[in-house]
Structure formats: structure tokens, C-alpha cells
């Protein structure tokens, strides 16, 4: 979920870090991932790349576990309800096997790159401390919880998508693993709009209309790279909101996330 962040972290302390991953070129990882192979198998086969490119430091670690620890939330998530009797209405489930099947994968990408020194698996609440007391026996509480996690993932890499602009290779695979979040984000809000009857979720988003508060804070800005499209004759202020995704800091992730981890 979160590889533009890590990545990021890594130039931060050593800004030579992207230039050990000079040789995964695109012919180099091409030639180790064929055409046919998913974009949701990327993290499997990056994970590799990241492993022989970067001896990890300590500060590399730290932020590789935290990644790994909001994986691991997401992949909990997603097992607890696939295993949940009767949650799932038999029309869907095909849809969230896939979903816990990719972050499965994210799990397993990060705990290869981090070898011995991944951290263990928390403990999880995924009743958030009793707000979500139903998530596990009402579909339509199990389906708002998923596109809060969904769409919480996709602001967090859309924070960190600039320092990847100078290394156009790494870019590319990180956006790869960040589109398959994206279609599962948009799937779910789908999912979600029918179960709960909210005609504000789509599979994009409008304004900052549709779910919680928290997660949406300030998607409905205008102004982008620095430009007020407020008075863009040609668009609405509705499809300019519709645009673009707005960056959710690491402190925000961790204040929306906080409650599904047990003290």
C-alpha cells in the first residue's frame, strides 16, 4: 500500500538509495516479469529487486514495518470476512477473494524485503473499539470499513507519487502496485453505494462526499501544482474535484488506523 512512501524514506536518509536500484532497468525487470503476468504479482517480484539493490539500514527498516504493519491490518481485514459465515452475499465474494488474495501479496513483498527483521503480526480490533461492533455479521458496516481502507491507501501513496519523478523506472512499478489499490478502492465504493443506498459514493469521488469525514478531508481542493481552477470555464467544480486525489499524510494514516490496533 504504501511503496512510494518507502521509497521516499530511503532517499531521505540516503540519497544515493535510488541510484543502487539503477539496475533494475526496465529491460531488467521485464525480463523477469512476463507481459502475461498481473500487475498484482509487481510487489512479489519488486520485493526481490529491493532486496538485492538496498543493504537495509535501520531507518530503512522502520519504514518498511510500518507498511507492513498496515498490510497487515488490510490482509486481517480481508481474511476475517472471507471467513465470515454468511457476511458476503455469494454475488460478491468473488470480488473480495481477489482483493484479500492481493493483499496477501503486499504482506508477502514486504515481509521478503525485510527478511529477519520484519516485525511480527499486531494484534488486531477490527471493531474499532466497538464502533464497528457489526463489521463481521452486517455486510453493509463490512463494505463501509473496506472503502474506508481502501481509500485511505490510495491518498497515501498519492502523498509520496512526487519523489519518484526523477527515477521514471521505479515510478512505474510503484504505480503499478498502486493501480491494482485503486481498482479495488473503486469497487468497493461501487459495492458500498448499492448496499448502503448512498448515492454520493461512486467509483470515483466528488468533492469529498461519500464516506467519513476523516478519510476525505480536503478532496474537495482546487487548486493543483499550484494553479486555483476554480474558474476553469470549460469544467465544473465537480469534475475538477472528480480529477484529482489529495495526499493523506503518514500522521493522518496513522490517526484513522490507530483504533484497529490493539495496545
Known amino acids: 500500500m504504501d ?19 539503477e539496475h533494475a532497468t526496465r529491460r531488467h525487470f ?8 498481473a500487475a498484482v504479482a509487481v510487489p512479489t517480484v519488486f520485493a526481490s529487486v529491493v532486496n538485492k539493490a538496498y543493504a537495509q539500514s535501520a531507518a530503512a527498516v522502520d519504514v518498511l514495518n510500518y507498511a507492513l504493519t498496515l498490510e497487515y491490518l488490510e490482509d486481517e481485514f480481508y481474511k476475517a470476512g472471507n471467513a465470515a459465515a454468511n457476511l458476503i452475499p455469494a454475488a460478491d465474494k468473488a470480488i473480495f477473494t481477489q482483493i484479500g488474495k492481493h493483499e496477501t501479496q503486499h504482506v508477502a513483498f ?88 448512498n448515492a454520493a459514493m461512486k467509483g470515483w469521488i466528488t468533492g469529498k462526499a461519500g464516506a467519513v469525514a476523516a478519510i476525505y478531508a480536503g478532496e474537495d481542493n482546487m487548486t493543483q501544482g499550484g494553479v486555483d481552477l476554480t474558474g476553469l470555464a470549460s469544467k465544473s467544480p465537480a469534475a475538477i474535484t472528480e480529477a484529482f486525489d489529495e495526499p493523506l499524510s503518514k500522521e493522518a494514516v496513522l490517526a484513522i488506523a490507530g483504533p484497529f490496533f490493539k495496545k
Open 110 to 197: 514486504l515481509v521478503k524485503a525485510l527478511g529477519a527483521k520484519a516485525i511480527a503480526k499486531p494484534t488486531f480490533d477490527l471493531f474499532y473499539g466497538g464502533a464497528f461492533g457489526d463489521v463481521l455479521t452486517n455486510y453493509a458496516t463490512f463494505v463501509t470499513v473496506s472503502s474506508a481502507l481502501e481509500d485511505t491507501g490510495v491518498r497515501a501513496y498519492k502523498g509520496q507519487a512526487g519523489a519518484l519523478i526523477a527515477d521514471p523506472q521505479i515510478l512505474e512499478y510503484a504505480l503499478q502496485v498502486h493501480s491494482v489499490e485503486a481498482r479495488h478502492a473503486a469497487v468497493v465504493r461501487r459495492l458500498a453505494a448499492t448496499v448502503t443506498g
Open 30 to 37: 521485464m525480463n523477469r516479469v512476463s507481459s502475461k503476468l
Open 3 to 21: 511503496i512510494f512512501k518507502i521509497i521516499d524514506e530511503f532517499q531521505k536518509f540516503d540519497g544515493d538509495a535510488v541510484g543502487r536500484l
